[in-house]
């Protein structure tokens, strides 16, 4: 098994802090994307899609969206569970991912892709076609982004954790979204007093590190 991986990159980000919440320990190789190696040839050939997290498994079969990959851990090895124990639970913790992707990851990434001279003409992530940036895009994205932070700001004040009372794969999302903000000048310390202080107390967990 090899889990083709990018230190600085969200989503990839979410698969080791989930591995790190698990123990499990997996060979990885680093894939630059800002150099453009995950749309050279040499890894095009691993996954046609030039994104990353990808992970190969022994029999060649690849896994390429971060939390699938979560998912097939986490059938693996079910603990610590991550994805939920209950019918209510796990429909939280799906309601709550699926909500810091399409409110949260996706607003920043637009606000930061469509902004940054690295990304011209790569708006979108991968291998597709030449994705021109859109100036009002990366405003508009800026501006749900912060509406997504106020709204996470009301949560952890009502709930200890995203989904509820114990840590879950919510929390990895969120956290590696919160720092994602940071990349466009979102700072939770700048009037989300608890969504601060919560960041604070996931930084304190190692897998975060991770
Ligand atoms: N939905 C996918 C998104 C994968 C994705 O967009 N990964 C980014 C890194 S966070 C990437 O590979 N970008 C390649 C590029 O910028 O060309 C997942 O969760 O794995």
Not at 2 to 11: E, F, G, H, R, V
Not at 35 to 45: F, R
Not at 83 to 109: K, P, S, T, V, Y
Request: aromatic share 8%.
């Amino acid at each position: 098994m090899k889990l083709y991986d990018m230190a600085l990159a969200p989503n990839p980000r979410r698969v080791r802090i989930f591995l790190a919440e698990k123990g499990i320990e997996v060979p990885r190789v680093e894939v630059d994307i800002q150099k453009g190696e995950n749309l050279a040839p040499a890894y095009l050939a691993v996954n046609p899609r030039g994104v990353v997290p990808t992970l190969v498994l022994d029999d060649g079969t690849i896994l390429d969206e971060s939390i699938a990959i979560c998912r097939y851990f986490e059938a693996l090895q079910p603990e610590p569970n991550l994805f939920g124990r209950d019918a209510l639970e796990i429909a939280r913790i799906e309601a709550w991912q699926r909500r810091i992707e399409f409110e949260g990851l996706f607003n920043i990434a637009a606000a930061f892709r469509n902004s940054r001279p690295a990304f011209a003409n790569r708006a979108a992530p991968g291998a597709g076609p030449p994705t021109p940036q859109i100036p009002e895009l990366a405003e508009r994205g800026l501006l749900l982004a912060r509406g997504f932070l106020d709204m996470l700001e009301a949560r952890l004040a009502a709930s200890p954790f995203v989904a509820g009372e114990r840590y879950t794969v919510a929390d990895i999302s969120a956290i590696v979204c919160l720092d994602f903000a940071r990349w466009v000048g979102l700072k939770a310390e700048d009037g989300h007093p608890t969504l601060a202080a919560w960041q604070q107390a996931m930084k304190a967990r190692p897998s975060t590190a991770a």
